[in-house]
């Protein structure tokens, strides 16, 4: 039973600590012709988006979703 606390308590502690999850935003989404209308919104460059629908069909537009991160400041 104590093996099992202390397992929690650490778990909870690691937890804490941790950075939080972001969803990552891409400018290219390609949406495929796969008969469940799906969606990715995970690319770089058309170029690439347009290289993983040939071999399964779809097509690329911009995402009207994405927002460059903003620079970063240098001190």
Do not use: H
């Not at 469940?36 to 069909?57: H, K, L």
């Amino acid at each position: 039973m104590k093996a099992l606390l202390l397992v929690l308590a650490v778990s909870v502690v690691t937890v804490g600590f941790g950075t939080r999850a972001q969803a990552q935003n891409y400018p290219w989404c390609a949406f495929y012709d796969t008969g469940d209308q799906a969606v990715n919104c995970g690319f770089v460059s058309r170029e690439q988006c347009m290289v993983t629908v040939s071999g399964i069909g779809g097509f690329c537009m911009p995402n009207n979703t994405y927002q460059p991160r903003p620079p970063s400041r240098r001190r």
